[in-house]
């Protein structure tokens, strides 16, 4: 069973012994597996499910940033390790006691889905009519464009194949409301469309429930966006050609070292975990028992998946190590929340973004991470060279061995903070970026990179336009007034993300610094100013650009 919650207070210990203790008066104790899964709770909800593990026999995920519930359900479902998985909501509007019937279902019917239904005709529902209203238009807009035979996808209760975990969930994108109409729609377009809808019992509480306005607003462009990448761009079967590595930790996990603090590799969840904590990597290393090595970054905080989520990509022989997003935690002081800001911006983050933000998940030539998963072998071999963490991944990729960025997990840490060592970080990165792009004549190059050095160039160009006058100077000062309307957007966005009208205003700022010193670093690392040693090769960053 997954448990998806954000801010679950007082009570969120006592619901999940409720749900436990519901499905296992009809199930064996043996047979059930509870993942409660904390989505960024800032109100003591990740303590209080630790604290209480042991004693209710649940694994418990949490990270530091409130990402959407999708993203919960499905860090969860690829946690999980049954031949069927279960989602319930953590508010109890939808009780639990379904579960075991939903699943003899399942079993008995050979069903890939047994989902719960507001709209069966058994189903006890109390809601107000506007939600019904708003619900019935949502269906029908759902059977037009992905003909779904369903007539309600997203109801909080359902249980689906520990198959569609492998080979369905790993593929999902969405990351809010649309991610159960994103399961359906695209588990039938691979194959598995045997779903039957099942009665629920539906009291209105919703004390849990975010479903606001906006977050309506979000769902729908969430789905026409499901749309354009099934059935148009094809996303997600593309997306399935590069993930052949199985979406969950198999039974026989292989035993990983981490390499941090024992007091915070307890929050991981990882059956086979062995902790080694030393100020001598090379030592620690030699002395692992373990076959990987989780180095963890001084200062950061991994996600309770961590480890898990990045395992299964190992049974691929040629990945080398596994990357992850290293998302900005809430409550940081001012030049930290500004630095954020940035980074998280598509114009001041540019090719870093998705360091700060999850992505997509792809094959990385020159990410630079001190946080990372990877074959102690390797990562031996690599000290005794004396690579550093910002050269890691080049000198895997040279090796021949790829390392894979997954979104699916994250580690929690400050950002440098402005300005002298926001930027010094910016120059340092970007420098790299331009040393790789060199020694592979571009091939390396992505359109997030373009990103990075295209605003400044636009309005270096703007401003030659204004200064050559005539014609010229109205497309400058048409140029120039876009690029401010932009950084004004941007601006606002971190305002209200920051909860600061500080952070707005310093923003536009320091992302022109950004730029400024951006495509700096990346023309000196173009023009030789940096080393990558041992280079990557053409050829390395070539197989990358095909997988990707």
Not at 43 to 52: I, K, S, W
Not at 137 to 142: E, G, P
Not at 256 to 273: G, I, Q
Not at 472 to 496: E, F, P, S, Y
Request: aromatic share 6%; net charge neutral.
């Amino acid at each position: 069973m997954v448990i998806p919650v954000y801010n679950g207070g007082k009570e969120i210990v006592e619901n999940v012994s409720v749900i436990r203790g519901a499905v296992t008066q009809q199930l064996d104790e043996g047979e059930v597996e509870v993942v409660v899964v904390s989505d960024g709770s800032i109100d003591g909800t990740d303590e209080a499910l630790l604290a209480a593990r042991s004693e209710l026999g649940i694994r418990v995920i949490h990270y530091d940033r409130n990402l959407g519930k999708g993203y919960a359900v499905k860090l969860g479902a690829l946690a999980s390790t049954g031949q069927w998985v279960a989602i319930v909501d953590a508010d109890l509007d939808l009780h639990p006691s379904s579960i075991p019937s939903y699943l003899d279902t399942a079993i008995r019917n050979d069903l890939d889905f047994a989902i719960g239904s507001k709209r069966h005709p058994e189903s006890i529902v109390d809601y107000p009519r506007s939600r019904r209203v708003a619900s019935w238009c949502y269906q029908q807009l759902n059977r037009v464009l992905f003909r779904l035979d369903i007539r309600d996808t997203q109801v909080g209760l359902k249980v689906f194949r520990g198959e569609v975990a492998d080979e369905v969930v790993p593929l999902l994108l969405v990351k809010q409301f649309a991610f159960d109409l994103e399961l359906l729609a695209v588990a039938k377009a691979l194959g598995y469309g045997r779903v039957q809808e099942l009665p629920v019992r539906l009291e209105y509480r919703f004390t849990g429930s975010a479903v606001r306005s906006r977050a309506v607003v979000r769902a729908i462009i969430d789905t026409f966006a499901i749309f354009y990448r099934l059935r148009v761009l094809r996303t997600y079967q593309r997306k399935q050609a590069l993930l052949r590595s199985p979406g969950r930790v198999a039974a026989n996990a292989p035993l990983v070292t981490a390499m941090m603090d024992p007091r915070v590799a307890e929050s991981l969840d990882y059956p086979a975990l062995e902790t080694a904590a030393s100020a001598d990597r090379v030592q620690t290393a030699r002395a692992a028992r373990g076959e990987l090595l989780a180095v963890l970054a001084e200062g950061a905080r991994p996600a309770g998946n961590w480890v898990t989520a990045a395992v299964p990509y190992f049974t691929d022989s040629t990945v080398g190590a596994v990357v992850a997003p290293t998302i900005i935690p809430t409550g940081l002081p001012l030049r930290e929340c500004v630095a954020a800001a940035v980074l998280e911006s598509r114009l001041g983050g540019g090719s870093r973004r998705s360091r700060y933000l999850p992505g997509n998940v792809r094959t990385v030539v020159d990410q630079s991470s001190e946080s990372v998963v990877v074959r102690r072998a390797d990562y031996l071999a690599a000290l005794e060279a004396d690579i550093g963490s910002d050269r890691l991944v080049a000198w895997l990729a040279d090796r021949g061995l790829k390392t894979v960025y997954t979104p699916d997990t994250s580690t929690s840490e400050a950002p440098p903070p402005i300005l002298e060592p926001h930027l010094r970080t910016t120059f340092s990165q970007a420098r790299a970026r331009g040393a790789v792009a060199r020694v592979t004549r571009g091939s390396s190059m992505s359109m997030a990179t373009a990103l990075s050095l295209a605003p400044l160039g636009l309005a270096l160009v703007a401003i030659l336009a204004v200064l050559a006058g005539g014609e010229w100077r109205t497309a400058g000062v048409v140029i120039l007034l876009v690029l401010a309307a932009v950084l004004t957007c941007t601006a606002a966005l971190a305002a209200l993300r920051f909860r600061s009208l500080l952070v707005g205003l310093l923003v536009p700022g320091v992302i022109a610094m950004t730029q400024a010193t951006y495509v700096a670093g990346f023309t000196s690392g173009l023009l030789g100013g940096a080393d990558v040693h041992p280079t990557v090769s053409p050829d390395s960053a070539s197989r990358h650009n095909l997988e990707t």
